[in-house]
């Protein structure tokens, strides 16, 4: 989820009421900020807010059902979670390929401080911190490619 998501908004206190319950549906319920912690946002490749995924035993399937919750608990005690196709190995959080996407996205936020302190700190004009960027883009490829 992320503060700002209207969707988000929208389930939060239907969510509240979900971990509530948890313990008698003897399950954990968490949530996490992807504006804050966006390697795990890389890692589950979030696209859309809210995402709500189901994990048991290291194994991930996503939720696509409707957001009350009579559905979201009916998910657990009816055991609907088995009906659904878990994620892909490739695309599993825990895979290689997920780890790296996690990476690339700390390096965007890492990219976004840099350009908030050439522009808020520095007070360098928005197309100066692009300018800055593409030339290090060209000096990096150039010294890679020697």
């Known amino acids: ?18 971990a509530k ?4 549906l003897d399950i954990t ?14 890692r589950f490749f979030v696209t859309t807010l809210p995402t709500i995924y189901h994990a048991k035993d290291g194994v991930f399937r996503r939720y696509r059902g409707s957001r009350t919750l009579e559905d979201l608990q009916g998910y657990v005690l009816e055991r609907k ?5 878990p994620v892909a190995g490739w ?6 390929i997920m780890h790296g996407m996690a990476g690339l996205f700390h390096f965007s936020g890492w990219i976004r401080q840099i350009h ?9 004009h928005v197309w100066l911190s692009y300018a800055v960027f593409v030339l290090t883009t060209l000096l990096v490829g150039l010294t890679l490619g020697l």
């Open 1 to 18: 989820y992320a503060p700002w998501c209207p969707a988000c908004q929208q389930i939060e206190l239907t969510w509240e009421s979900f």
């Open 21 to 24: 319950e948890s313990e008698h």
């Open 29 to 42: 319920v968490g949530k996490v900020d992807v504006s804050q912690e966006p390697g795990l946002s890389g």
């Open 81 to 85: 979670w088995e009906a659904v196709e």
């Open 91 to 96: 695309k599993s959080p825990s895979s290689i």
């Open 116 to 124: 908030s302190y050439l522009t808020g700190t520095l007070g360098l």
